[in-house]
């Protein structure tokens, strides 16, 4: 499974941006889809997730409340809409798939976009 990201760009503290994941395969429909940030010089790191019906989404504690993610697996696209910007959230978004569940650990995603990237200017 191909994946692509993006959406990502610039935005101004208390800005939104929606983020998209698109995958080549319509096989992606069955997969769990994470999101992950990467800041320079931090860890990447989980941010949200989605089970492959949409049913179950889940949220790291920073961006609960802000960020919503979401799916339309008629269009094999994952998306992550991200409000309430903060600088804290300025990082390179990475898309991920994974074929059993949603889970926090990078090692557990089989594929991987390119990354996009977010800067939010305070």
């Known amino acids: 499974v191909q994946l692509q990201a993006s959406g990502g760009g610039s935005a101004q503290a208390g800005g939104s941006l929606r983020l998209s994941c698109a995958a080549s395969d319509r096989t992606f429909s069955s997969y769990a889809v994470g999101w992950f940030r990467q800041a320079p010089g931090k860890e990447r790191e989980f941010v949200a997730g989605?089970?492959?019906?949409?049913?179950?989404?889940y949220y790291a504690d920073p961006v609960k409340g802000r960020f919503t993610i979401s799916r339309d697996n008629v269009q094999n696209t994952v998306y992550l809409q991200m409000s309430s910007l903060k600088p804290e959230d300025t990082a390179t978004y990475y898309c991920?798939?994974?074929?059993?569940?949603?889970?926090?650990?990078?090692?557990?995603?089989?594929?991987w976009g390119q990354g996009t990237l977010v800067t939010v200017s305070s």
């Open positions: 991920a798939a994974n074929r059993y569940s949603v889970q926090v650990q990078v090692g557990a995603y089989e594929y």
């Open positions: 989605v089970t492959w019906n949409g049913a179950g989404k």
